[in-house]
Each structure stands twice: as C-alpha cells, then as structure tokens.
C-alpha cells in the first residue's frame, strides 16, 4: 500500500501536478513514517518545492539528505544547486554574486557524487551530464564564460547528455560569443550548422553566426595598421552581410 501512494505521487509530479504531489507526499510522511521510502519521499518533496519555487522550504527539505542517504546525495545537491539560484535576488549584487558561488561549488559537488556512482547505478552518467549543465548555466549568468564554454565542451567530449547535443552546441557558441572568442564561436555555429540542418534552434545559431562577423568587423576597425583596418573590416562587413542575408532569406519570420 506504501508503494502505491509513493507511485501515485510520483507520477503526479511527473504529469506537473507539483502541488498535489507535494500534498501527496507529505501525507505519505505522515501516514508511513516508519516506511523505507521516507528519504525518496522527502526526495521528491524537494523537487515539488522547487517546482513551485519554495525556495527555502526545500533547502529545508533536502539538505539533511545529502549525508543521511549517499546513494540520493547528488539528486539532493542537484536540487539545492537549484533552490539556490532560484532563490538568488539578481537586484541585489553582493548577495546574488555569493548565491551563485554556492551553487556552482554545490553543482560540481553533484557531478562528484553522480561520477561515484557510475559503477552501481545506470542513471548517474545521466545525473552528472545535467549537474554539469546546471553548473554551466550559473557560470553564464555570473558572467564567467570561458568557464562555462569549457563545462560545455566537458559534457559534449564526454557523451553526456547526447539527447541534448544541439541545446550544448548552441549554449557553447553562445558562451565563445559572450567571452569575445568570436573565431571559436563561429566554429561552433558551423558544427551546429553541419550537424543538426533541421534543429528547431538552427536560426538562432545563424544569427549568432552574423553576429560573430559583425563583431569581428567591429575588432578589425581597432587594428594600428590603416591597409589591414580597411581591408579586414570591409571583409568582415561584407561577410556580415552574406550571413544576415541567409538568416533573412531561409528564416523570414524570424526576423525583427
């Protein structure tokens, strides 16, 4: 009968009924507390918290799990990562530029658990693939990215999340564009170009694409030499151009 209601909540939460879960859940605790499910249970408690962004409710929730269950310590951290950035107010610098060392020293704390338990349990590959993501993201909005584009390309090389492959793609490109390494930016966009023609996200690179040449152009105004100025800015112009054209022509409606 435990087993049941623990399902019932779980494919609650899975149909993004977070609230009746959570509802579920906590009635569970109250009805089973003795049931060797209680720290899945409180597991996904968690989750629902974070889903419906009660933030400090989870970090409640989840935080004495890390140590009491080892085997759910990097779903745990995973989701305390999560809270956290949830949690941090962007209007209050100091404080929101700590939340996100938190929680990229708590995501690569995640992918250390998952990575120990690659050997016993068949999901932690998976598990570590997404705390490295979450890890990359809060580099990208603290700004670090060089950082982020290296954790990008650790999930790519090591076939983490292959599902995901074009979204990392494009986040990588993305992350170069933002350090300034527009040259390896742009061999991002191709490889995304060349390998996934019918992704839903092909625009958007093609736009980062023009992008890296306008910027490229805007480099080569600065340079000392007035032959190599006028001839690298009028190529990289004209190869703006060309790019902005493609985008126009293949993808008018999203255009603005």
């Known amino acids: 009968v435990a087993r049941a209601g623990f399902f019932l909540g779980v494919m609650q939460y899975e149909d993004g009924k977070f609230a009746d879960a959570l509802t579920h859940f906590t009635a569970f605790l ?5 049931s ?22 989870a ?5 004495p799990l890390v140590d009491k269950e080892p085997r759910l310590a990097d779903q745990c951290l995973l989701w305390i990562g999560r809270a956290t950035v949830g949690a941090a107010d962007a209007a209050k610098p100091p404080a ?11 995501f690569r704390k995640a992918a250390e658990r998952a990575q120990n338990l690659a050997n016993t349990d068949p ?9 490295l993501l979450e890890l990359a993201d809060v580099q990208q909005l603290a700004k670090q ?9 650790q999930i790519l090389n090591e076939k983490l999340l292959p599902q995901r492959d074009d979204e990392l793609v494009q986040d990588l490109a993305a992350a170069l564009h933002l350090a300034g390494d527009y040259a390896e930016s742009d061999k991002a966009c191709v490889r995304f170009r060349d390998n ?12 980062r694409y023009a992008e890296n040449a306008y910027f490229m152009a805007l480099a080569a105004e600065k340079l000392p030499s007035a032959p190599d100025r006028q001839r690298e800015t009028a190529k990289w112009l004209d190869e703006t151009i060309k790019r902005y054209q493609v985008v126009i022509d293949k993808y008018p409606e999203s255009v603005h």
């Open 145 to 153: 990215f060089r950082e982020a584009a290296a954790t990008y390309n």
């Open 30 to 34: 109250q009805q089973f507390p003795g």
């Open 123 to 131: 999901e932690a590959r998976l598990r570590r693939g997404e705390a």
């Open 59 to 63: 970090l409640k929730t989840l935080q």
């Open 196 to 207: 996934y023609p019918k992704s839903t996200l092909l625009p958007a690179v093609l736009f």
């Open 96 to 106: 929101y530029e700590q939340a996100l060392k938190v929680a990229e020293d708590t």
């Open 36 to 57: 060797p499910l209680t720290a899945e249970v409180q597991l996904r408690q968690g989750f629902c918290q974070v889903q419906l962004k009660q933030f400090a409710e």
